[in-house]
């Protein structure tokens, strides 16, 4: 089935360190990725969507600069959370919809990045 | 208003119980519906999509009222490898018909 690779799984960085996060979609093209954000015993929470070849699609309330998306390739989106605060700390969690299938089709969910920010 | 509701839990339940979880979402023209396990500290994983005719996999069933904007799933025969928390999870219509909207989760525990 298809599969969403997410890098890293947990990062523990200090506070005012940028940190990377990939999306990768392994055996499927992905003109469309989305990214969210999970807080302790709360519902995941839509933060982006990656578009490949564009800008991303920011929902209200995230701030595009502190956020920084990029999808280069049909199969790779990144996520910079730039000068990380404690209060970035958080569940990253990418997924990523097969351009081939219909729309109405899941979404193909990575694993997830844990991001503590000390 | 919340845009997918569902009662927070948790079900604590012996193993063998039949139990029902409910949602209910706030736009009507939404085109797609799933529920979604997620594991502590894991990705959410798809369990399975909720057509308007219902639909049933295994000891799972799960049924959609469009008119009362209301899901439902229904685990028979609980086993403990059912604890968990339940996603209850709809796609927007037309332009935002890619945005998934999840809801905050349905917690179970199933016990010996």
């Known amino acids: 089935g298809a599969v969403v690779s997410q890098h890293p799984s947990w990062v523990i960085c200090k506070s005012g360190t940028s940190v990377k996060i990939e999306c990768r979609s392994l055996d499927f093209q992905a003109t469309t990725m989305f990214w969210y954000r999970q807080f302790p015993k709360q519902s995941l929470m839509l933060m982006a969507t990656s578009n490949e070849g564009s800008k991303a699609t920011y929902e209200q309330g995230v701030e595009k600069d502190k956020f920084l998306i990029n999808h280069a390739s049909l199969t790779l989106s990144t996520l910079t959370v730039t000068s990380a605060h404690p209060e970035d700390s958080s569940f990253y969690i990418c997924?990523?919809?097969?351009?081939?299938?219909?729309?109405?089709?899941?979404?193909?969910f990575g694993d997830g990045t844990r991001l503590s920010i000390l | 208003r919340k845009e997918v509701e569902q009662d927070p839990g948790p079900f604590n339940v012996p193993e063998g119980a039949t139990v029902a979880f409910n949602c209910t979402y706030s736009n009507s023209a939404s085109q797609s519906f799933f529920w979604y396990r997620q594991d502590c500290r894991k990705e959410p994983k798809l369990l399975m999509s909720v057509y308007s005719s219902g639909n049933e996999d295994g000891r799972f069933t799960a049924q959609l009222n469009r008119a009362s904007q209301y899901i439902s799933l229904l685990i028979r025969d609980s086993k403990l490898s059912d604890s968990a928390t339940y996603l209850c999870?709809?796609?927007?219509?037309?332009?935002?018909?890619?945005?998934?909207?999840f809801g905050a989760g349905t917690i179970l525990r199933v016990k010996s």
């Open positions: 999870v709809v796609r927007g219509p037309g332009m935002e018909g890619n945005k998934l909207v």
């Open positions: 997924s990523a919809r097969d351009s081939a299938e219909l729309s109405n089709q899941p979404q193909h």
